[in-house]
């Protein structure tokens, strides 16, 4: 008896730290990328210009930019450039294996340095890689970082995946098209303000579908085209414009949503302490429906709700906007706004 009486006291200090002093255990383990890993003898370091092709990429980068795009050769470019001289530890290394598997293919490793490198002070290197042009390609793209400008619009074929794992900085994330982009990272409260910590996407062409999952982190999009979109934002803002979308969802808890979308066919948007602003055009039909927040069983009701459209009509928490229109729905605890304007959404 006295030992499972220890084991639950065990139990609850556990709970307790974790409770108290998990997170900043785990602020301190996620401000970084990971910068031990497997294989390390099998990476070359420094710039390299290989034959071949990629159908799988994964960098690891601690801070700097990211550029992908391609050329008409039939050869991989890999080089960096730096704000410092650096040995042969602190250079790129990278490693090209053939898996001989029809899922990952030609896959191409990139780290920022060379294993075991941890402390990189006021370092930061921008990163280029070139690959062949391939109409057939759909490249899929993995990046963990911690503060990275990532361009990848000069790659025009079709991206099957972008995958951003941020581990406390920035991501702006410039793309041509996608399959499927998911973007997550969390960042230490003391760092919430749009220009220590965004997380941005830019889209020319159409985005299949988009998950972005943010702590602490401003979320801006901008997209030609949506197939569906999950942007969820905790303790910061949302600020959305796309030119056409499919099924949107939003969800915040104490930042401010601001959608600006020229059509779309269903939108979900959850906000418990801040306004939520759309902005559609003049033209548009759509019916807005409003509900209280809830959040563990505690209830926020609306605030003020403005459809500032000619002919709306209200039925309690209904508003409706020309006929067979889009469906909207809001769970919030403070006021929404429904603004038309006569511009593009997405300008």
């Given at each position: 008896?006295k030992?499972?009486?220890?084991?639950?006291?065990?139990?609850?200090?556990?709970?307790?730290?974790?409770?108290?002093?998990?997170?900043?255990?785990?602020?301190?383990?996620?401000?970084?990328?990971?910068?031990?890993?497997?294989?390390?003898?099998?990476?070359?370091?420094?710039?390299?210009?290989?034959?071949?092709?990629?159908?799988?990429?994964?960098?690891?980068?601690?801070?700097?930019?990211?550029?992908?795009t391609?050329?008409?050769?039939?050869?991989?470019?890999?080089?960096?450039?730096?704000?410092?001289?650096?040995?042969?530890?602190?250079?790129?290394?990278?490693?090209?294996?053939?898996?001989?598997?029809?899922?990952?293919?030609?896959?191409?490793y990139?780290?920022?340095?060379?294993?075991?490198?941890?402390?990189?002070?006021?370092?930061?290197?921008?990163?280029?890689?070139?690959?062949?042009?391939?109409?057939?390609?759909?490249?899929?793209?993995t990046?963990n970082?911690?503060?990275?400008?990532?361009?990848?619009?000069?790659?025009?074929?079709?991206?099957?995946?972008?995958?951003?794992?941020?581990?406390?900085?920035?991501?702006?994330?410039?793309?041509?098209?996608?399959?499927?982009?998911?973007?997550?990272g969390?960042?230490?409260?003391?760092?919430?303000?749009?220009?220590?910590?965004?997380?941005?996407?830019?889209?020319?062409?159409?985005?299949?579908?988009?998950?972005?999952?943010?702590?602490?982190?401003?979320?801006?999009?901008?997209?030609?085209?949506?197939?569906?979109?999950?942007?969820?934002?905790?303790?910061?803002?949302?600020?959305?414009?796309?030119?056409?979308?499919?099924?949107?969802?939003?969800?915040?808890?104490?930042?401010?949503?601001?959608?600006?979308?020229?059509?779309?066919?269903k939108?979900?948007?959850?906000?418990?302490?801040?306004?939520?602003?759309?902005?559609?055009?003049?033209?548009?039909?759509?019916?807005?429906?409003?509900?209280?927040?809830?959040?563990?069983?505690?209830?926020?009701?609306?605030?003020?709700?403005?459809?500032?459209?000619?002919?709306?009509?209200?039925?309690?928490?209904?508003?409706?906007?020309?006929?067979?229109?889009?469906?909207?729905?809001?769970?919030?605890?403070?006021?929404?706004?429904?603004?038309?304007?006569?511009?593009?959404?997405?300008?």
């Amino acid at each position: 008896m006295k030992r499972i009486f220890s084991i639950l006291l065990c139990l609850i200090f556990l709970a307790l730290t974790l409770a108290l002093g998990g997170c900043a255990l785990f602020d301190g383990l996620a401000d970084r990328v990971p910068t031990v890993y497997s294989n390390a003898d099998e990476y070359t370091a420094g710039d390299k210009i290989l034959p071949g092709v990629v159908d799988s990429l994964y960098v690891f980068w601690q801070a700097g930019s990211i550029t992908v795009t391609t050329h008409a050769d039939q050869s991989i470019e890999i080089y960096e450039t730096a704000n410092q001289e650096t040995d042969t530890d602190f250079k790129l290394h990278w490693n090209y294996v053939d898996t001989k598997s029809a899922e990952y293919g030609h896959v191409l490793y990139v780290q920022y340095a060379s294993s075991g490198r941890h402390d990189f002070g006021d370092l930061e290197k921008d990163l280029t890689i070139v690959l062949p042009e391939n109409d057939d390609m759909h490249l899929s793209f993995t990046v963990n970082t911690v503060s990275v400008n990532l361009d990848v619009s000069g790659f025009e074929n079709t991206l099957e995946k972008l995958s951003v794992v941020n581990y406390g900085g920035s991501t702006d994330a410039k793309i041509h098209s996608a399959e499927l982009v998911q973007i997550s990272g969390h960042t230490q409260e003391e760092a919430v303000s749009e220009e220590l910590c965004c997380f941005q996407v830019s889209a020319v062409g159409e985005v299949d579908t988009l998950l972005m999952s943010t702590s602490h982190a401003v979320v801006k999009v901008t997209a030609e085209e949506i197939g569906s979109a999950e942007l969820l934002s905790s303790f910061s803002d949302i600020d959305l414009k796309c030119k056409k979308a499919g099924s949107l969802t939003l969800k915040n808890s104490t930042g401010k949503i601001t959608a600006a979308v020229e059509s779309f066919r269903k939108m979900d948007i959850e906000s418990y302490q801040n306004v939520v602003e759309l902005y559609l055009p003049e033209t548009a039909a759509f019916t807005l429906a409003v509900s209280p927040y809830n959040s563990f069983g505690s209830k926020q009701e609306p605030g003020e709700i403005n459809v500032l459209f000619e002919g709306a009509v209200k039925e309690g928490n209904t508003y409706r906007v020309g006929q067979n229109g889009a469906t909207i729905n809001v769970s919030t605890g403070h006021n929404v706004s429904v603004i038309p304007q006569p511009i593009s959404a997405a300008e």
